[in-house]
């Protein structure tokens, strides 16, 4: 018992625990960026042998940090009991009056302030170790009358606790419509998500979701987080055989002024690769397009063609008026909007609320109620 009360085995987990989240913090994690990962190993080669080893890669979902949180757990309750047992005993300075009653001296209720403190922060761990054990957290892009399955190969990104276990619940979230509210000056200000959810068994429902108003259904939260343009379009190879066709996500950033769009397009079975800016609003000058509005009204897409990394061609393709290209034949639909959303589900997180009130509860009464001796003793010198 007297180990697991040790403040030096304390501060040797402390410094564990540090080291590894300061790890996970230089070290980009692979859960949540493939590519900044596969970057940083390119450019660190000689590190990535220990780095896979231990697990720093994705130090957050390893087993070993979650003991590490776990024997730390133990230690801090351990202690807190520890402190409990102490002020328990300090139970016989109540007094008893003339009319043999107990009085409490002057303060009496601030000793308890410290072990409320350890006590919430006891829960505070708890809802660590819930946390890197289940939380989900995830980012997925959904177009306008497309369903989002909640399920692992639905998320373009996702991240999961090592005790996950692919718990994930199977509802459906539906994108009915996206509306955007633009500003006096045409700018835009915000868009409003406008969902239909259903699941097996249980009633259908709609639901919104916009920036600083998420939309929570079973402890999943859907936050927006940016939205863009999804062109459909068409590509045909030379023998007239369609390829490729789907609502194209075209890559945004919160509010994006300047009125253009990117994104790689890429030919199936060619070296051929389309550098495609969308204009939602195309308006030509001297050949060149300067469209500064976001509002839908006359899209256009303009394309490089990139062939090995050189310069093989330009296109530009609009609704009913497809473009070729050595034989290839690319063409644009109808055009909708798409938005991303940060997905969370984090059992843990009240948890931790309630741990950090009731540390707050702690220092309040610590600070708040000072023990005293009472003045008649302090004036008899006893």
Known sequence: MKFLQSKQLAIWLIVGLATASLAGVIIPQEVQGKVEYA???????????????????QVFQTKWFLILGLIFFVN??????????????????LRRDEHDEYT??????????????????????????????????????????????????NYGSVSEGSLFNENHLGFQVTVNK????FKDDGQLDYVISRFTVTDSGREPFEATAERGQPFT?????????????????????????????????????????????????????????????????AISKDGRITTKTVKLANPVIQALVMEKNNLAGKLEFRPGRDAAFKGWTIGMGDVRLWAGFEVVRDPGAPVIFTGFLICLSGLIMSFLFTPRKPRKEQEDGC
């Open 217 to 281: 259904y079973r402890g999943t939260t859907f936050y927006y987080s940016k939205s863009g343009f999804a062109p459909f379009v068409t590509i045909k190879d030379p023998r007239g055989e369609t390829v490729l066709e789907g609502y194209a996500v075209f890559n945004s950033m919160w509010h994006n002024n300047t009125g253009e769009y990117n994104m790689d397009l890429t030919l199936p079975g060619t070296d051929l690769v389309l550098k495609a800016r969308f204009y939602p609003d």
């Open 104 to 153: 409490v001296p002057q303060g009496y209720w601030g000793v308890f302030g410290n072990c409320i403190f350890h006590i919430g922060l006891a829960i505070i761990v708890v809802g660590g170790l819930l946390s890197l054990g289940y939380k989900l957290s995830g980012y997925v892009e959904i177009a306008e009358g497309e369903t989002f399955v909640e399920s692992h190969q």
């Open 76 to 93: 801090l309750t351990s202690c807190t009991l520890g402190q409990i047992n102490r002020v328990w005993k300090l139970r016989p300075t």
């Open 178 to 181: 996206l509306n955007r509210i």
């Open 39 to 57: 970057v940083w190993a390119q450019k660190y080669q000689m590190f990535v042998p220990i780095v896979k080893l231990l697990g720093l890669n």
